[in-house]
Structure formats: C-alpha cells, structure tokens
C-alpha cells in the first residue's frame, strides 16, 4: 500500500501517478490534494508520512513543484527517510543504500514520463542492507537528537 500525496502545484504528476496505479494494480491511499486549489504542502506530508510511520502504507509518493519542500516537510517526521530525486539512479540508489521510505518529486522539474520511471524503479528495489543498516541507523538516531 502506497500514500500518495501533492499539493497544487504537484497535483497533476499526482493525477499521472494515480492512473499508473490504476492501470498496473498497485493498491494506495490519495491523501489529496485533489484539484489545483493553492494547499500548503506541509500539510499532505504530514497525512502520507503518518500513514508511513504508522504501518497502513508501505511507502509514500510526494510530489510539488520542486520536490524540496515535501522532502523537508517528510524528513522532520521521526522514522521518515526522504529523498527528492531526478533521476533514476538516485531512484535507484536512495532504496538500496538508505532504505528511502518516501519519494519526493517535482512536478516543475521533471514530466511525467521520467517521474514514472523513477516511481517504478523506487518501489521495485529492495533495501540492500549489510553495511548500509549501521548508517541508516544512524540517520534514524539523529531523529531522537534536539
Ligand atoms: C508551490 O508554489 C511551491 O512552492 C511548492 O509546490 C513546492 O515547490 C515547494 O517546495
């Protein structure tokens, strides 16, 4: 299960992201925005990062117009791990050696072809572990420093 979450300025990538899910079955929660009204951001971060560190989704999908402010929304949420990428082996990489949990995406940035393969690619690669757990948990002990 898959959050999935924009504000206005993400809301159409949303909507493409949306219709893949549909087409090949991938199970989500919208938690909106749900139409191009001006929406803060912060807010659809903290529904889908919620779903996230509560168990109900297995990832999140952010998108806005760059990506950046999702991904400083979602990081402040303890046990989240956010990446905002451009391109496939950030994708890629952010799950095999950070154990990513929320994608972040720009609507403004990149189309819809290019951010479809960095959603297919992102949900698809498994986190690799061994040396790369002792430093996730480190990233995920920062959460507990003021
Ligand atoms: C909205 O205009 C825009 O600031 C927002 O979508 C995002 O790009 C923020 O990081």
Same mark, same amino acid.
């Given at each position: 299960m898959i959050a999935l979450g924009s504000d206005h300025a993400g809301f159409p990538l949303k909507e493409e992201i949306r219709a893949y899910f549909d087409k090949t079955g991938v199970e989500y929660r919208d938690v909106g925005a749900? +139409?191009?009204d001006s929406v803060d951001y912060p807010l659809q971060a903290k529904k889908a990062c919620d779903l996230v560190v509560s168990g109900e989704c297995d990832k999140a999908i952010l998108c806005c117009g760059t990506g950046v402010g999702m991904s400083m929304a979602a990081n402040k949420v303890k046990g989240i791990r956010a990446a905002v990428c451009t391109d496939y082996f950030s994708a890629k990489f952010t799950r095999l050696? +950070?154990?990513? +949990?929320v994608l972040c995406l720009g609507a403004r940035v990149i189309g819809g072809g290019a951010a479809l393969e960095l959603v297919r690619v992102f949900l698809e690669t498994p986190f690799e572990g061994g040396r790369h757990q002792r430093r996730v948990d480190l990233v995920n002990a920062l959460d507990k420093t003021e």
């Open positions: 749900y +139409n191009t050696h +950070n154990d990513a +949990n």
